[in-house]
């Protein structure tokens, strides 16, 4: 799967909004994101891994790495805004509750009540 992490899929979407990045800034822009500090060796390897994958390319301007998204890196992107907006549009929110009143064939408790 090309993304293990959901931190895989949110860097990848930080660079399809952005185009390219240094480094440090995608690394800031995700942690305004996720509202926490994230460890600086574990970020890299993320993204050590992208690049290994083919998603992301990354070169040096100055002392800096660059990364930006591949082709294959954005249409994995899209694609995951296809399957997530499919998801959100096309189904209804189903609580723990909802799924414990399902039977087999998905309907519930209710489905089957008849009103006299």
Not at 23 to 51: H, M, W
Not at 63 to 75: E, P, Q, R, S
Not at 98 to 116: F, L, N, Q
Request: proline content about 1%; some cysteine; hydrophobic content about 35%.
């Amino acid at each position: 799967m090309w993304f293990q992490s959901g931190r895989r899929r949110d860097l990848c979407a930080v660079l399809y909004d952005a185009g390219e990045l240094r480094g440090q800034k995608l690394k800031t822009r995700l942690e305004r994101y996720y509202d926490l500090r994230i460890d600086p060796q574990s970020f890299y390897g993320t993204l050590d891994a992208l690049v290994e994958s083919g998603h992301l390319d990354r070169w040096t301007e100055g002392i800096y790495d660059v990364y930006a998204l591949t082709d294959a890196g954005a249409k994995r992107v899209e694609s995951y805004y296809e399957w997530l907006e499919a998801r959100v549009e096309n189904g209804e929110r189903r609580t723990a509750d909802a799924d414990e009143m399902s039977g087999a064939d998905g309907a519930t408790d209710a489905d089957e009540s008849v009103v006299d």
